[in-house]
């Protein structure tokens, strides 16, 4: 499995940047995709994620601001972050879930490498 990520970047606060994440060794459209993010001296957490059904989930403080889309055919995870906030300055990583109805035996989660994405103020 492995998951490559890719977009990060300098931007100003207000401005946007798109994050890629592109998958191989996995069956892409069934599994859960997600971005999370690091910040300096704070613990990982998760920013959004999407189901193989398109179901999404976004935290607190990404919402109205981010969206998570799949392109199952290009086998690629988006993160589209507009709006973005000084405090939105952090290394994000994309990571990897089975399917909940997968058997236990098959069932596993990766992560990518990150990529910085710095806010200026």
């Known amino acids: 499995v492995q998951l490559q990520a890719s977009g990060g970047g300098l931007v100003q606060a207000g401005g946007s940047l798109r994050l890629s994440c592109t998958a191989s060794?996995?069956?892409?459209?069934?599994?859960?995709m997600g971005w999370y993010r690091q910040a300096p001296g704070k613990q990982r957490e998760l920013v959004a994620r999407?189901?193989?059904?398109?179901?999404?989930n976004y935290a607190d403080s990404v919402k109205g601001r981010f969206t998570i889309p799949r392109d199952n055919a290009k086998i690629t995870l988006h993160l589209q972050m507009n709006g973005l906030k000084p405090e939105d300055t952090a290394v994000y990583y994309c990571?990897?879930?089975?399917?909940?109805?997968?058997?236990?035996?098959?069932?596993?989660?990766?992560w990518g490498q990150g990529t910085l994405v710095t806010v200026s103020s």
């Open positions: 999407i189901s193989g059904g398109g179901i999404t």
């Open positions: 060794g996995i069956t892409f459209s069934r599994h859960h």
């Open positions: 990571y990897t879930k089975t399917p909940d109805y997968y058997p236990l035996r098959n069932s596993f989660d990766a």
